[in-house]
């Protein structure tokens, strides 16, 4: 995704920023300079949150690897217990569980499969394979479920490149509470939540409801809709969009926010330009363009969305920040001329007072 301008916005920021904490140093102005260097901090590592939520079996986890290039995330046509898995840029590849006591753990990507495959008939403390996986890197060669707060991975992905993290939830009918809970606590930190559903199955009651309820109803308000499996409906994806916009009219207008996508073939496209030898069934379902999957146009839509509307409004709080911060400074260079004033005005009538004079 192509994030150019707003890097320029925020490099142009981040400059006004830096001499304005060197103003702020010079004037001992102390306060107002470690709020700033706390705002460059803040500034630097701000980051933007696309959270993918939908029920089971709608290929949400395709629907990742598909944007992102690589199959990242296992995929299942089944139903699993799934954590949820925030996916973000590093150098290296690593996985990484986070407990919800604060500790964290680094496992294998077999583990992390392992893991993310469990099914729901599956004890919430379960223990790994042995000889089909190495041993958690702690004392105990088992994985604590019911404490897991997230996975997170990292991977050298060019569409987390600019500070974008997506994060994998569970299904929307997951009946887990604690699970629940933090996809809400995510939904809440979120850029942009998109819903994933099935152009053979296209909003079903459930899936409003959920929508009404727990995404508007929460006050979520940037919402892309995403409809999955456009290469099974082929000849029919205008009737699919219509029937979905239809029925959600009564929510808000998403005329310009809903997608009809072949994640599948998206991601075998991606893998076929990387290089990947594929097999001949995959081979004969490899689109010849990325453009006919239609992950083209939502990635652009996304790019200006995140770059434009929400970089902007970031930018924006930063901007204002430095700009109080600079006012302080205003302040503070009068206060000390004043000072100087009365200085010298003293200094005069000292001299006065001995007879002399300037």
Do not use: W
Request: glycine share 4%; hydrophobic share 35%; aromatic share 6%.
């Amino acid at each position: 995704m192509d994030f150019t301008l707003y890097n320029n916005r925020k490099t142009k920021l981040q400059q006004t920023i830096t001499t304005t904490l060197s103003v702020l140093q010079s004037l001992n102005l102390t306060s107002a300079y470690k709020r700033m260097t706390d705002d460059a901090a803040r500034l630097a590592d701000e980051r933007f949150n696309l959270v993918i939520i939908g029920e089971f079996s709608r290929g949400k986890s395709t629907f990742i690897n598909a944007l992102l290039g690589r199959s990242i995330l296992p995929a299942s046509a089944n139903p699993t217990t799934n954590i949820i898995s925030k996916i973000v840029y590093g150098e290296q590849e690593k996985y990484t569980l986070f407990y919800k006591d604060g500790k964290k753990q680094e496992i294998s990507k077999e583990e992390f499969d392992l893991i993310k495959a469990q099914t729901e008939d599956k004890p919430d403390k379960f223990s790994l394979l042995k000889g089909v996986v190495s041993k958690l890197k702690h004392e105990e060669s088992h994985v604590d479920f019911g404490n897991i707060d997230h996975a997170e991975i990292s991977y050298p992905l060019s569409f987390c490149e600019n500070k974008v993290d997506v994060v994998d939830t569970p299904g929307t009918n997951d009946l887990n509470v604690g699970r629940i809970e933090i996809t809400y606590r995510f939904l809440r930190q979120a850029e942009a939540a998109i819903l994933v559903l099935s152009a053979t199955q296209p909003l079903t009651r459930t899936e409003k409801e959920f929508l009404v309820e727990q995404v508007v109803g929460n006050n979520i308000k940037d919402i892309v809709i995403v409809i999955n499996y456009k290469d099974e409906v082929i000849g029919q994806e205008e009737r699919v969009v219509k029937h979905v916009l239809d029925n959600l009219q009564d929510v808000q207008d998403f005329s310009q926010r809903i997608f009809i996508v072949s994640s599948k073939q998206a991601l075998l496209y991606r893998r076929k330009q990387a290089g990947e030898a594929l097999k001949t069934k995959a081979l004969l379902n490899c689109p010849a363009t990325l453009k006919e999957t239609g992950i083209e146009e939502l990635e652009t839509a996304l790019a200006r969305f995140l770059s434009e509307e929400k970089g902007n409004a970031k930018l924006k709080k930063y901007a204002e920040r430095c700009y109080l911060a600079l006012r302080e400074a205003e302040h503070g260079i009068a206060v000390q001329k004043e000072g100087l004033s009365h200085s010298l005005d003293d200094l005069k009538a000292k001299l006065l007072k001995n007879g002399l004079s300037l």
